[in-house]
C-alpha cells in the first residue's frame, strides 16, 4: 500500500542544524512536497522535489532520492520561530494526480 | 483577496446537524481542494475541483458529505446529519491551474466541533 514515514517529534537547539526525514512508499509520484504548519494555522509552502538532488532555499533545502523513496528538510540556523511541525507530502498517489498525501508531520520543538 | 479565506473560523454543532462551509480560493486559481485534518495529523484529501466540476471525490468519507463549486470560484461543503467522528480542521487549498508541479496555498481552515 501507500506509506509516508516521518518522526513523531523532534528537538533542537537555536542556532544548530536539524534534518526531518521522509519515507514514502508509493504507486505513482508527481513530486514531493514540505510544508510548514505552525499550532492553529495552516499549512505553509516551504519546498518542492520532483528530480533526485538537493534544492536550497535559503535556511531550508530539501532533497530527494526518487529510488529510495526518500526526502530530508534540513533547516539550518534555527531560531525559536521555527519550532512547528513539518508535513511530507506526495502527490501521485491512486487518490489522484493532483491530490496531495500527507504524513502525520514532524513537531520540531527549538529551544534556547 | 490575498490568501483563500475560509469561513467560519470555528463552527460548533450537534449530532445530526447539518453545516456548510465556505472556501474562498485566490483570484485566479482554478483548482481548489478539501481536506481534513484530525488533531495530530496531516492533512486528509476529500475532494479537487477544476473549474466548476469535481475532478475527483475519491476522498468523501462517504454520502453524507458533499461540495459544490458553481461558479467555479467559491466552494461550500456541506455536511448532513453530523457524527462526533467528523470533528476535525476543515482545509481548502487552491492553485493556479492544478498542474501537479503547482503549490497548493492552504486556507486557515474552520475548526468543526460536532457535541
Known amino acids: 500500500g501507500q506509506n509516508i514515514d516521518q518522526p513523531t517529534e523532534m528537538t533542537a537547539t537555536e542556532g544548530a542544524i536539524v534534518q526531518i526525514n521522509c519515507t514514502y512508499q508509493t504507486s505513482g509520484f508527481n513530486g514531493l512536497f514540505w510544508y510548514q504548519q505552525h499550532a492553529g494555522e495552516a499549512p505553509t509552502f516551504l519546498s518542492y522535489n520532483v528530480l533526485d538532488g538537493l534544492e536550497e532555499k535559503g535556511r531550508f533545502s530539501s532533497f530527494l532520492s526518487r529510488s529510495k523513496g526518500y526526502s530530508y528538510l534540513l533547516l539550518k540556523e534555527l531560531q525559536m520561530k521555527d519550532s512547528a511541525s513539518y508535513l511530507c507530502?506526495?502527490?501521485?498517489?491512486?487518490?489522484?494526480?493532483?491530490?496531495?498525501?500527507f504524513g502525520t508531520g514532524t513537531r520540531l520543538t527549538v529551544i534556547p | 483577496g490575498a490568501g483563500v479565506s475560509q469561513t467560519p473560523s470555528n463552527k460548533v454543532t450537534e449530532k445530526g446537524k447539518y453545516v456548510e462551509l465556505r472556501c474562498d480560493p485566490i483570484?485566479?486559481?482554478?483548482?481548489l481542494y478539501w481536506y481534513r485534518q484530525s488533531l495530530g495529523q496531516g492533512p486528509e484529501f476529500l475532494i479537487y475541483?477544476?473549474?466548476?466540476?469535481?475532478?475527483?471525490d475519491s476522498g468523501l468519507p462517504n454520502d453524507r458529505f458533499f461540495a459544490v463549486r458553481p461558479e467555479g470560484s467559491v466552494s461550500t461543503l456541506k455536511i448532513q446529519r453530523t457524527e462526533r467522528g467528523d470533528s476535525a480542521v476543515y482545509l481548502c487549498?487552491?492553485?493556479?491551474?492544478?498542474?501537479?508541479?503547482?503549490?497548493?496555498?492552504f486556507g486557515p481552515g474552520t475548526r468543526l466541533l460536532v457535541l
Open positions: 487549498a487552491s492553485s493556479l491551474t492544478g498542474d501537479p508541479q503547482e503549490t497548493q496555498y
Open positions: 475541483f477544476q473549474g466548476t466540476g469535481a475532478a475527483d
Open positions: 507530502a506526495v502527490r501521485g498517489l491512486p487518490t489522484g494526480a493532483n491530490n496531495l498525501f
Open positions: 483570484s485566479g486559481h482554478t483548482a
